[in-house]
């Protein structure tokens, strides 16, 4: 039952990724959010980045769903423990650009919490 609910909650994980690293292309302006202070919201260097940051949150997202539908429970912890490192490192990024802490820990830091909780599940299950 427990291994049931993680793995719902690890495939909501790979849809909420890929639904924000879908956003980057069709909703750039949305991107400001991040957390990294004086970012332009315009010019081709910024959709460069966006397109970079989408992609890779679209990848992960996929590698997750991907792991789901074909691993077991087991793997399926183990890849969300890797990819809890991806919110962890944004985190210290938005940090390190003395972006606003509300961003670098309730939503990198908290994102990262929720997918470490469900490697934990996945992984005892």
């Known amino acids: 039952m ?11 994980v790979a849809a ?18 991040f957390g990294i202070p004086g970012t332009p919201a315009e010019g081709r260097s910024f959709h460069a980045w966006l397109s970079v940051k989408g992609l890779r949150d679209i990848a992960a997202g996929v590698l997750i769903l991907v ?9 399926l912890g183990w890849v969300m423990l890797a990819a809890s490192a991806i919110p ?10 003395n972006g606003p802490r509300r961003a670098a820990y309730g939503v990198h830091g908290a994102t990262a919490v929720v997918m470490l909780a469900i490697s934990a599940l996945l992984l005892v299950a």
């Open 88 to 97: 962890v490192g944004d985190a210290v990024i938005v940090l390190r650009s």
């Open 67 to 75: 792991v789901l539908i074909g691993g077991t429970t087991h793997l």
């Open 2 to 12: 427990l291994s049931t609910i993680a793995t719902l909650l690890a495939g909501l």
């Open 16 to 33: 909420a990724v890929i639904l924000m690293g879908s956003s980057f292309f069709w909703a750039p302006q949305t991107a400001v959010g």
